[in-house]
């Protein structure tokens, strides 16, 4: 035990537990800023380059980079917290290559009609990853901590590996026609508007288009068969909804990431419970995200809008926070609250950052430029993170200096805002639903 002992004494990068927890807390935030940054950067690429590649790359590259960090690291007994911290800023940037091609290549392959359910599915990924990938940790923790970053960097590896060598990114690349270019219903044409359009006048939407007009004019002047051209950055930023809906998903990122990042210390730490326990228990509030993206998903589609669905889930939001910030020292009640919580935040999450930024990235004044997409989904994707960055200081600032009832009202703020910033969506899309009932009473 003496050798160890000394070793320990002398690579120990922090004299107490205190300090090396905030040097953790350190770390995420610097990840979140990086990751952040990295997704503006990786929906351009990602539209100019071949979206296969970036994700393989990105995949690969991050890989080596936690293997790096968690395991050669220990295998050459090398502690130095600046260097942690440059690779962790390499990894952030890195693996910011996955969201935005992911959600663009789904984009290519589903269409709008069914793409709400479809997503809301899909998304559960994150989720599923996670628990995943805790279970592997867990399972090789026993042998050294190096072998749990050895055993996750080789997995994300071999990922990388096979969506080099099987990911199909578009029908096209099978010879199959681009979703929505034939046997287009006027429900899915229908379908198309509702979170983008400006007004009911087309001449308004002209006006409010123009910005891509010289863009496509010129790309199907060289001709259908050529590359589409991907839009520029400030040209996707001015795309009807984005703004809104970035600034919203700040706000509720930063919610949904605070209950990833604080929820198992906020049971140990304000009910008393083993951190095994929390750990286990937090996974509800995973399960009811899950399901409420899938069925939202599913209510949107049924509707064809998206903000109305999102509207009601963030109000009774408001309520389920309020309820579970005075949930009772019970793990049944609190699992069952975490989950209805989960359910009406997680969802919207979900929807917001798969099913409406591949809506954004599809709308008909981009169809010349179908690579719009995943520089749509890293502008909203990226806000979110920035918000969720922000939000991880703010929440252990508040909670310092005001207890935990405070940091949720916070997330209530937060949660009114989101709203707030997408009510002139929800008045658009909820006047469109009327005029359709007027239309169809008229035509009945």
């Not at 287009?184 to 379908?191: F, I, L, P």
């Not at 209510?299 to 903000?307: F, G, V, W």
Request: proline residues 3%; aromatic residues 14%.
């Amino acid at each position: 035990m003496e050798p160890k002992q000394m070793l320990w004494n002398s690579s120990n990068l922090f004299p107490d537990a205190q300090e090396a927890t905030l040097f953790l807390g350190t770390l995420d935030t610097i990840f979140l800023f990086s990751y952040a940054v990295g997704l503006f950067i990786s929906g351009i690429v990602g539209d100019r380059l071949n979206m296969r590649w970036v994700l393989s790359f990105g995949m690969c590259s991050s890989a080596v980079v936690v293997f790096v960090f968690g395991t050669v690291t220990e295998w050459l007994h090398f502690y130095n917290k600046w260097f942690y911290c440059c690779l962790w800023i390499v990894n952030g940037l890195l693996q910011s290559t996955g969201w935005p091609c992911v959600v663009a290549v789904m984009g290519n392959w589903f269409g709008k009609a069914g793409r709400g359910f479809v997503f809301g599915l899909w998304s559960a990924c994150a989720s599923v990853g996670n628990i995943l990938g805790a279970f592997l940790a867990s399972s090789v923790l026993q042998y050294g901590y190096e072998f749990a970053f050895l055993v996750t960097a080789s997995v994300q590896f071999a990922g990388g590996v096979i969506v080099f060598f099987g990911l199909v990114i578009s029908p096209k690349e099978l010879g199959l026609p681009e979703v929505g270019e034939e046997g287009t219903s006027a429900a899915e044409e229908g379908v198309s508007e509702p979170l983008m359009a400006g007004d009911d006048n087309d001449d308004d939407d002209d006006q409010n288009y123009s910005i891509q007009a010289s863009e496509m004019s010129s790309s199907h002047s060289r001709g259908s068969t050529s590359q589409p051209e991907a839009i520029g950055f400030f040209q996707a930023c001015c795309l009807p909804g984005v703004i809104l809906y970035s600034l919203a998903y700040a706000c509720l990122k930063l919610v949904n990431y605070s209950f990833f990042f604080w929820l198992p210390f906020y049971l140990s730490n304000n009910f008393g419970w083993k951190e095994a326990e929390a750990d286990k228990l937090s996974i509800w509030y995973d399960v009811g995200g899950i399901i409420g993206g899938t069925i939202q998903g599913l209510i949107s589609d049924m509707l064809e809008k998206r903000a109305p669905v999102l509207a009601i889930s963030l109000i009774l939001a408001v309520g389920s926070l309020f309820g579970y910030s005075r949930s009772p020292n019970n793990k049944l009640i609190n699992a069952v609250i975490m989950a209805v919580t989960g359910f009406f935040i997680g969802g919207p999450s979900n929807m917001i950052s798969s099913a409406i930024s591949a809506d954004l990235g599809r709308q008909e004044m981009v169809k010349g430029s179908s690579e719009a997409l995943a520089t749509v989904t890293g502008i909203v994707d990226g806000t979110g993170s920035i918000g969720a960055a922000v939000g991880q200081y703010l929440v252990s600032l508040i909670q310092e200096s005001l207890g935990w009832m405070w940091v949720f009202y916070f997330f209530i703020l937060m949660t009114s805002l989101t709203v707030v910033f997408i009510t002139p969506l929800i008045v658009r899309e909820i006047r469109m639903l009327l005029a359709q009932r007027r239309l169809r009473r008229l035509a009945g």
